[in-house]
């Protein structure tokens, strides 16, 4: 097999690129000594694959100087036969008789079989080419058969927390990292010669991420390049990247990009490049077959679902993450990794009391009033959080609530419990609600258990800012009060 016209290689078995040309050369048995008379006549017959190999029909012809070249594409074959000048070559190793006009061939002769030149379009494919050789259109010689191998990469993606547990397919908070890890399929590659205008195309990653859901900062996101548990190179603010050492990795970096050719998906995406002939990471990950993990961590965006509406709702979007590796001009896509952001619902309503709910706000009771001078209760809820989703009980939980000046609030509050309340065993509160297993029931009263802070007199401008005009214009006074566990 022939990698590229000045190197030549021979085998029975050959591992090649898709993408790649390569030159068969089958392997034959030397003409054997002994024979009478000449050689007047050697054709050589090679059979091509009808699927998958494109051949090069110029090159073919044009690097077997010693053989007349025969193209016969409706059996998919290729027909050599040895030129006369090259008869010449082969008979002169013939040992002559005194006497006699014929002879006997001294030595064997180990002829140069010529080369097919086919570019391989198919991955995971078995290609095989077999020859046939015949001598003085009389007798066949032994040759050989070339099996060729292709096989495509195969590149995965996992999203794994901060702690380093999986989380594909799960609900995420706002603000968490997502920290993906991208594997750079390479064990296919192992004992694969590359020639030099197929790495002149270069090695990328490109994982795509939507910009919407998902944040990327690199003066705070790092990507990392790990052999194994070691981290070989980490990426910096400028696009390169660094090894152990703090020195700059020559041919290694990264970019932000909106599209990539031989891609059809719209950006952005993150590119990480290894480019060079020969480089360094080639010889020592891809020649030998060993895949590196690209780690990029992007943050969780929140999204208001009903935007320019006063509580609305956040989140409860999925957003969905792929890369693609691109190896010497062969792109493979890794599977895609889905996550859901958990979804933020707080409600507020105005009734007459506790035991009088029906909704005093026109925009879902239109004929509702409230009479001047009179007394009636904000209803805030405030929405549920998983804690698989938080992957830790909260330490905090508040509900923020702003009055108009024209509410005058008196500081009485209460706070029920939306759902059962479970209280960590060995607790004090554990203990007070053993019999229940330490539960407190929904609906229960937990005001005791809450803080309230109240900042009155607030404008626009800030807390106690002074009325800067009168009448229209005037600043207006707001109340916060934050309830709080």
Not at 201 to 208: E, Q, V
Not at 235 to 256: L, P, Y
Not at 322 to 337: L, P
Request: glycine share 8%; proline share 4%.
């Amino acid at each position: 097999m022939l990698l590229n016209p000045l190197i030549k290689m021979v085998g029975s078995f050959i591992k090649p690129l898709k993408g790649q040309t390569v030159g068969i050369v089958s392997t034959n048995d030397p003409l054997p000594a002994g024979r009478w008379d000449k050689y007047h006549a050697l054709t050589v017959t090679v059979n091509v694959p009808e699927e998958g190999a494109e051949l090069d029909e110029g090159l073919t012809k044009k690097d077997n100087p010693n053989w007349t070249t025969i193209i016969d594409k409706e059996h998919n074959r290729v027909i050599f036969r040895a030129t006369d000048d090259y008869l010449v070559d082969i008979n002169e190793k013939q040992a002559m008789r005194n006497g006699s006009i014929g002879g006997i061939m001294k030595d064997p002769f180990q002829f140069e079989a010529p080369t097919v030149y086919t570019k391989l379009t198919k991955d995971n494919m078995k290609y095989t080419f077999s020859s046939d050789i015949m001598i003085n259109h009389e007798y066949r010689a032994n040759s050989g058969t070339v099996h060729v191998q292709t096989n495509q990469a195969d590149p995965k993606k996992t999203n794994k927390d901060d702690k380093g547990v999986t989380i594909d397919g799960k609900t995420v908070f706002f603000g968490s990292t997502n920290n993906y890890h991208l594997t750079w399929d390479f064990d296919q590659y192992k004992g694969v010669n590359i020639d030099r205008d197929m790495q002149q195309k270069g090695l990328d990653l490109i994982d795509y991420y939507p910009s919407d859901a998902l944040d990327f900062d690199p003066s705070i996101h790092h990507i990392t390049l790990k052999d194994g548990d070691t981290v070989i190179a980490v990426g910096q603010a400028d696009g390169t990247f660094k090894d152990a050492n703090g020195k700059t990795v020559e041919g290694v970096t990264w970019t932000k990009v909106d599209k990539y050719e031989g891609i059809d998906r719209k950006g952005p995406a993150i590119k990480v490049s290894i480019s060079g002939y020969d480089h360094p990471y080639y010889k020592q990950y891809v020649e030998t077959g060993k895949s590196l993990t690209v780690t990029i961590p992007m943050r969780t965006r929140v999204i208001d679902q009903t935007p320019g509406v006063a509580g609305g709702v956040y989140g409860g979007n999925t957003y969905t993450n792929v890369f693609y590796q691109s190896d010497f001009g062969n792109i493979y896509q890794s599977n895609e990794v889905t996550n859901t952001v958990t979804t933020l619902n707080p409600r507020k309503d105005a009734v007459l009391s506790i035991s009088q709910l029906a909704s005093l706000d026109i925009k879902s009771n239109p004929t509702a009033e409230i009479e001047h001078k009179t007394y009636f209760q904000y209803r805030a809820s405030g929405s549920k959080l998983a804690l698989d989703v938080l992957g830790r009980a909260p330490e905090s939980y508040s509900i923020t609530d702003a009055f108009h000046e024209a509410d005058q609030y008196d500081g009485r509050y209460f706070v029920e419990s939306n759902g059962d309340i479970f209280f960590k065993e060995g607790t004090a509160l554990y203990n007070k609600y053993r019999k229940t297993g330490g539960k407190l029931p929904k609906d229960s009263d937990v005001t005791k258990f809450t803080t309230q802070t109240i900042v009155r007199n607030l404008t626009e401008r800030g807390e106690n800012s002074p009325v800067g005009a009168i009448g229209d214009k005037a600043d207006s006074h707001t109340t916060i009060v934050r309830v709080g566990f």
